[in-house]
């Protein structure tokens, strides 16, 4: 009888101990995925400028809610989304909880799944990495996704259970029911 090793799952804090040298990794149910482009980590300037509209009109909203309220990060903000197995990711926007953000210090991920991910698409990103990101998403538990492109202008929203919602200039993204009277013109993103 064949015996195969079963790998070794790493942990988050394993993960954050890796050593900051250009590579792009993310822990996927605790197997450690790497991407080795040099050039993935650069923003091209829609993607960057897109990325700040969408911050700043979250934020514009958050500020608008009752205490206590969480907060709005942003620029490859570092996650803990699940743990047993270890799942990490960094996404480029994000809605937190104000109790994920009362426990997050300066150097430490933050803790669970946020209320929203929005994920502008970078020139490298293909179809399966996006689909696959939006799933592990889902499946950790964030309520509510969102897609952006610049390239086509257009916010799909994705939810567990729940066909994705595409919407281009001619259509207002709302939060309901996570982020209650969120509201913005799709073309505000990309003007």
């Not at 790497?34 to 514009?60: F, Q, V």
């Not at 952006?148 to 929203?157: K, N, W």
């Amino acid at each position: 009888m064949s015996t195969t090793a079963t790998p070794k799952l790493m942990t988050a804090e394993e993960f954050l101990a890796l050593p900051e040298d250009g590579v792009e990794r993310w822990l996927i149910r605790g197997e450690l995925r790497e991407k080795r482009d040099t050039d993935m980590t650069r923003r091209n300037k829609p993607h960057s400028i897109t990325e700040a509209r969408l911050a700043t009109r979250l934020g514009a909203w958050l500020a608008t809610q009752p205490e206590p309220r969480g907060e709005v990060v942003c620029g490859e903000a570092g996650f803990i989304l699940r743990r047993d197995p270890n799942t990490t990711a960094g996404v480029d926007v994000a809605v937190i909880t104000a109790a994920q953000a009362d426990q997050a210090t300066d150097t430490t991920m933050i803790e669970g799944p946020p209320i929203l991910i929005a994920e502008v698409l970078s020139p490298h990103d293909t179809q399966e990495e996006v689909a696959d990101r939006v799933n592990e998403y889902l499946a950790c538990g964030t309520p509510v996704v969102w897609v952006v492109s610049t390239y086509f202008r257009t916010v799909t929203v994705h939810r567990s259970g729940a066909a994705p919602v595409a919407l281009d200039a001619r259509d207002t993204l709302t939060g309901d029911p996570e982020l209650p009277g969120f509201s913005c013109p799709v073309a505000d993103l990309f003007r």
